[in-house]
């Protein structure tokens, strides 16, 4: 009956994960990049995922 913080963890960095790839796949970047992007977040999943938010492609919607 213990918390499980790994378990917890793991799962937070898999929506995240998701949430940046899907992201990716939306914006409007060449598909080198997106390529480029999503295996860095594929193989690196945590780092990966916090270089893709502070200098991953930006939304493809127009503000």
Do not use: C, H
């Amino acid at each position: 009956m213990g918390f499980e913080v790994g378990g917890i963890f793991g799962l937070i960095i898999l929506v995240a994960d998701i949430w940046a790839i899907v992201s990716t796949f939306q914006s409007r970047v060449t598909t080198g990049k997106k390529v480029f992007w999503i295996v860095l977040v594929l193989i690196l999943p945590v780092i990966g995922f916090f270089v893709w938010l502070l200098a991953g492609p930006k939304s493809g919607k127009a503000a």
